[in-house]
């Protein structure tokens, strides 16, 4: 499985601000896919990052709030853009083995915002 | 719309018996289902999966059922130990060919020596 290494791991954020989330992988990779866990809930996908194109952002989450780079197949960031309360939640990338349809994440960045 | 569903929020068992965790789903497209384990401060890692075409995979202390007819699939942990200690999320993919799964709320599970 990928090795998946996230960074921050946690970060309290002042309302208005923006956090970079950065997510490396060990080893080259197609997709990369960033989630977010709110408090008590599931896991819920925010938008799908490919190399070389636009990111494609699930319903409910738009570019302007959540940028996404990928320069190259083992890297990715989130930005979490003018932040509120609401957006205190714990943030994962995760990458694919497409082979056996198994996701494999990051250990997460745990966000809370004043 | 929660299309995928863990009822139980949380469930104690007893070391060395068994444990059993469910999910439920509302999609009839979804054909791959995923158990993940998950520790504080930790990302989910996974466990165990199971495709359509079958009803039960083992692997060691844990099998997986899927009814298909019910929309309903298990996760049997047999021993329990104190180290499966952690919050168990049931996941599931579609037949379109997308790649983003879609997560219960997860069960915190408690064994207890």
């Known amino acids: 499985s990928a090795v998946i290494s996230q960074k921050p791991s946690r970060d309290i954020c002042q309302r208005g601000t923006s956090l970079t989330i950065q997510c490396q992988v060990d080893?080259?990779?197609?997709?990369m896919f960033w989630y977010r866990q709110q408090p008590g809930q599931s896991l819920t996908l925010i938008a799908t990052?490919?190399?070389?194109?636009?990111?494609?952002?699930e319903s409910g989450f738009v570019i302007d709030k959540f940028p996404i780079s990928r320069p190259n197949l083992t890297f990715s960031t989130l930005t979490v853009s003018n932040m509120s309360p609401e957006d205190s939640s714990i943030y994962l990338c995760?990458?694919?083995?497409?082979?056996?349809?198994?996701?494999?994440f990051g250990a997460g960045t745990r966000l809370s915002v004043l | 719309d929660q299309q995928v569903k863990q009822n139980s929020p949380s469930l104690s068992v007893q070391e060395g018996r068994i444990s059993i965790l469910n999910c439920d789903y509302t999609n009839s497209m979804f054909d791959y289902f995923l158990w993940y384990k998950k520790y504080p401060a930790e990302g989910p890692t996974f466990l165990i999966s199971i495709s359509s075409i079958k009803d039960k995979n083992e692997d060691g202390r844990f099998t997986v059922f899927l009814n298909k007819s019910a929309k309903h699939l298990s996760l049997h942990i047999v021993p329990s130990q104190p180290g499966d200690s952690a919050v168990y999320f049931c996941?599931?993919?579609?037949?379109?060919?997308?790649?983003?799964?879609?997560f219960g709320t997860g069960t915190r599970l408690t064994v207890i020596p």
């Open positions: 990052a490919n190399q070389g194109s636009e990111a494609t952002y």
């Open positions: 995760s990458v694919e083995d497409i082979a056996i349809r198994v996701q494999y």
């Open positions: 996941a599931a993919a579609d037949q379109t060919g997308a790649n983003n799964l879609f």
């Open positions: 080893s080259q990779v197609t997709m």
